[in-house]
């Protein structure tokens, strides 16, 4: 597939959005939380397809997915892995579970394994798009029972039923007629005509998430009413749409490097921003002036990983799924 550039931007406003929330926010957590997760699976969903035969599918799977999943895991957890409680750790990890009790697993990479349940879920439903998103309603299903029958088990393979109806929506989004003019249309349309729907979008994920509370997807959480989630999610995730075709035309190589190393940074990006954190809640200031202070420093950490994907994808490109871009001398950056 050609390499298309509001999705470089969409993946890395997304990463924005997940590095600010991990700050917690207090007058934007349940808004950023509403759509950030849900608009990668999104993402992702537009960007699947199904391989000629399935030991190509294994063989890019384990190369993009699972072996940089494994890796960043243990890495992250390295203190845990080096103790009496190791096995169990390497078997949280394994198992895709964020924790388990005070056992370390896979924490914020739960989102890599979930996607891999639902890679391998669609190779292997051979069916036409909209035959395969006949699946939403057992999913949606699914996903309600998982949450009241398990009490908040933050297990990455049960979470692929919430997760479920964005990756169909996103695959949905590519191939049916009607959401192909839609994405035209926002990619050609008058800025000031974007920007009014960026802003409506906004408004409305800001409104209904704030009443729905927060959705803390890693445990199958998803505020006080799914339908209410589902509306939040898909309007924040018009919201970034938007942004992203806003942005098209600006070719940003740390973009691109950003969206190749978004596990890179997903793992890692609080280690980065905590000094940051640290310092901004030290003052007493207002909330929004304090939001608005993590937003900043989550800017910074975002941009603090594009010469480190670089170095990664470039010598160590095991980590980032063998995705490699090179910065030629005078491109923008």
């Given at each position: 597939?050609?390499?298309?550039?509001?999705?470089?931007?969409?993946?890395?406003?997304?990463?924005?959005?997940?590095?600010?929330?991990?700050?917690?926010?207090?007058?934007?957590?349940?808004?950023?939380?509403a759509?950030?997760?849900?608009?990668?699976?999104?993402?992702?969903?537009?960007?699947?397809?199904?391989?000629?035969?399935?030991?190509v599918?294994?063989?890019?799977?384990?190369?993009?997915?699972?072996?940089?999943?494994?890796?960043?895991?243990?890495?992250?957890?390295?203190?845990?892995?080096?103790?009496?409680?190791?096995?169990?750790?390497i078997g949280?990890?394994?198992g895709?579970?964020?924790?388990?009790?005070?056992i370390?697993?896979?924490?914020?990479?739960?989102?890599?394994?979930?996607?891999?349940?639902?890679?391998?879920?669609?190779?292997?439903?051979?069916?036409?798009?909209?035959?395969?998103?006949?699946?939403?309603?057992?999913?949606?299903?699914?996903?309600?029972?998982?949450?009241?029958?398990?009490?908040?088990?933050?297990?990455?393979?049960?979470?692929?039923?919430?997760a479920?109806?964005?990756?169909?929506?996103?695959?949905?989004?590519?191939?049916?007629?009607?959401?192909?003019?839609?994405?035209?249309?926002?990619?050609?349309?008058?800025?000031?005509?974007?920007?009014?729907?960026a802003?409506?979008?906004?408004?409305?994920?800001?409104a209904?998430?704030?009443?729905?509370?927060?959705?803390?997807?890693?445990?199958?959480?998803?505020?006080?009413?799914?339908?209410?989630?589902e509306?939040?999610?898909?309007?924040?995730?018009?919201?970034?749409?938007?942004?992203?075709?806003?942005l098209?035309?600006?070719h940003?190589?740390?973009?691109?490097?950003?969206?190749?190393?978004?596990?890179?940074?997903?793992?890692?990006?609080?280690?980065?921003?905590h000094?940051?954190?640290?310092w901004?809640?030290?003052?007493?200031?207002?909330?929004?002036?304090?939001?608005?202070?993590?937003?900043?420093?989550?800017i910074?950490?975002?941009?603090?990983?594009?010469?480190?994907?670089?170095?990664?994808?470039?010598?160590?490109?095991?980590?980032?799924?063998?995705?490699?871009?090179?910065?030629?001398?005078?491109?923008?950056?």
């Amino acid at each position: 597939m050609e390499r298309k550039n509001w999705i470089d931007w969409m993946k890395t406003l997304g990463m924005l959005a997940i590095i600010w929330g991990h700050c917690f926010p207090e007058l934007f957590t349940p808004f950023l939380y509403a759509f950030s997760v849900g608009m990668f699976f999104f993402v992702s969903g537009y960007l699947a397809r199904r391989e000629p035969s399935h030991g190509v599918f294994w063989r890019k799977l384990v190369r993009t997915l699972l072996i940089p999943y494994f890796i960043l895991s243990v890495l992250k957890a390295i203190q845990n892995v080096c103790t009496a409680d190791g096995p169990y750790t390497i078997g949280a990890i394994v198992g895709g579970f964020h924790s388990v009790g005070d056992i370390v697993g896979c924490g914020k990479l739960w989102f890599v394994y979930t996607l891999m349940v639902l890679k391998i879920v669609f190779q292997f439903t051979e069916a036409s798009p909209r035959r395969f998103s006949l699946l939403v309603v057992p999913s949606i299903m699914a996903a309600v029972a998982y949450r009241h029958l398990t009490d908040g088990a933050a297990w990455a393979v049960g979470n692929a039923f919430l997760a479920m109806p964005f990756f169909l929506a996103g695959h949905l989004f590519r191939h049916h007629p009607k959401t192909i003019r839609c994405l035209e249309w926002l990619l050609r349309t008058k800025r000031w005509k974007s920007l009014s729907v960026a802003l409506l979008s906004a408004i409305v994920t800001y409104a209904v998430s704030y009443y729905n509370g927060a959705a803390w997807m890693y445990m199958g959480e998803y505020g006080r009413w799914l339908i209410l989630f589902e509306v939040s999610a898909f309007s924040g995730i018009l919201f970034m749409l938007t942004l992203s075709c806003l942005l098209d035309g600006v070719h940003l190589t740390g973009c691109k490097q950003i969206s190749i190393g978004s596990m890179v940074v997903l793992a890692y990006h609080q280690d980065v921003n905590h000094p940051m954190l640290k310092w901004i809640r030290s003052y007493e200031w207002s909330d929004l002036t304090t939001d608005m202070a993590m937003m900043l420093s989550s800017i910074v950490t975002l941009l603090a990983f594009i010469p480190i994907v670089y170095l990664l994808s470039r010598y160590f490109p095991v980590i980032t799924g063998g995705r490699k871009l090179v910065i030629h001398k005078g491109a923008p950056i």
